[in-house]
């Protein structure tokens, strides 16, 4: 009876340390969407995109894709687990982060997974003569933030760290 119990409290175990890992990666989430909203409000961007990577130009292949065809998958666990992290951390919060806001954020904590991520903030007209932003965060495989929001947007601006592949 002993060995069973044993064999029994094992896989609860686990689960009961995957439900903290998973709280914990929310309270991260809540935590970075935070500050990157204040950053973003208060600051400088000169002086926090730094978070974000090194600002590149955009890939020249990009330049006749559309955006709205973006695949919206993760390529690892571990960017599906900073994609719910982010959600359920924004739809937490008494406001609405921006699209830079959990771009950043998300970059952020991929990063400290050692998983790669490019930030793509993109502008696109509106009937006003004034331009309309937007940032989306890519990893391996396609959007993990802003995907389906960036439909009409032109890439202007990248930001990558060195890990990532783009």
């Known amino acids: 009876m002993l060995r069973d119990m044993a064999i029994d409290s094992r896989p609860r175990r686990v689960t009961e340390l995957n439900q903290w890992r998973g709280r914990a990666m929310l309270i991260e989430a809540m935590t970075l969407l935070t500050a990157t909203?204040?950053?973003?409000r208060w600051v400088p961007m000169a002086r926090w995109s730094r978070v974000l990577g090194t600002?590149?130009?955009?890939p020249s292949e990009w330049n006749d894709k559309p955006?709205?065809?973006?695949?919206t998958e993760a390529a690892s666990l571990?960017?599906?687990?900073v994609v719910i992290a982010i959600t359920r951390g924004a739809h937490l919060l008494p406001w609405k982060?921006?699209?830079?806001?959990?771009?950043a954020a998300g970059q952020v904590?991929?990063?400290r997974r050692g998983e790669p991520g490019v930030v793509v903030v993109g502008l696109r007209p509106t009937a006003d003569d004034v331009w309309a932003a937007h940032a989306w965060l890519l990893g391996r495989v396609g959007a993990l933030t802003g995907g389906p929001a960036a439909a009409g947007f032109s890439a202007t601006t990248v930001f990558a760290r060195a890990?990532?592949?783009?």
């Not at 909203?37 to 973003?40: C, F, I, R």
């Not at 600002?55 to 955009?58: D, H, L, M, W």
């Not at 890990?163 to 783009?166: D, E, G, I």
């Open 163 to 166: 890990n990532s592949p783009h």
């Open 55 to 58: 600002p590149r130009a955009v």
């Open 67 to 71: 955006i709205d065809q973006l695949t």
């Open 109 to 111: 904590m991929l990063a």
């Open 97 to 103: 982060p921006t699209c830079l806001a959990e771009a």
């Open 78 to 81: 571990a960017e599906y687990r």
């Open 37 to 40: 909203s204040a950053a973003q």
